[in-house]
């Protein structure tokens, strides 16, 4: 399959900003022999912003002392931490070593970033995460979390509806990004919530009167039982 990427780095993304905004997937290519350098902070900073799907690369690898590599693992794993989501390979361009991992996480990153969910199977995760795990409790009062939703791919956006979300703890939010995640098996792009108060959005009975209400489900009731007589 061909998927529309950009191979990346600080200087390319200056020069060309347009260029870069015209592809979903960036494979990030960071040089093992410099470590971790402002610059690509500030790259990556931008592959998120705009949430772009990512791979990352070491390059460079080849020849590279252990004490070398163990330092880079280790200033990825702590500056890097955020982007945890992106795959992550050792590599050498111009020996072509492990060259090749990169086409399988592309094609995952790829996929994750245009997946589609059905409302049915988000809704159900997210009682099931709820149950599981239950929100706290805000002025004596529960958070309710009643459905979710796809509002948006690449990067994916789940609206998750609810009351008092607005009060809904960081923590919170990240245990359910953590087991959307992982359920759905995203890997290589940003997952992006957005927490709504208020009425079930497909309810076409929201906010209308007690009385209305009644005489819509007594309406429903009538043409159920016209159906059962033919």
Known sequence: DDYDVIVTSYPLLVRDQALYQRHPLAVMVLDARSGLVEQDLHLLDYVLTTGRALVL??????????????????DIKRRLGFADYAELHFISALHGTAVGDLYPSIERAFKAANAHWSTNRLTTLLQDAVSQHPPPMVNGRRIKLRMAHQGGSN????????NQ??????????????????????????????????????????????????????????????????
């Not at 020849?63 to 280790?74: I, N, W």
């Not at 990067?155 to 609810?162: D, E, T, Y």
């Not at 960081?170 to 709504?196: C, D, H, S, W």
Request: aromatic share 8%.
């Open 57 to 74: 690369a070491v390059n460079k690898w080849d020849g590279l002392e252990s004490e070398a590599k163990e330092k880079m693992r280790a």
């Open 155 to 162: 990067p994916p956006i789940i609206v998750v509806h609810g």
């Open 165 to 230: 979300t607005e009060s809904l703890p960081e923590a919170y939010r990240r245990y359910l990004i953590n087991t959307f995640r992982k359920v759905l098996k995203v890997r290589g792009t940003p997952m992006r919530f957005e927490f709504r108060s208020g009425s079930n959005p497909f309810d076409k009975m929201a906010g209308a009167s007690d009385k209305e209400k009644a005489k819509k489900r007594e309406l429903n009731r009538t043409r159920e039982a016209r159906k059962s007589r033919r």
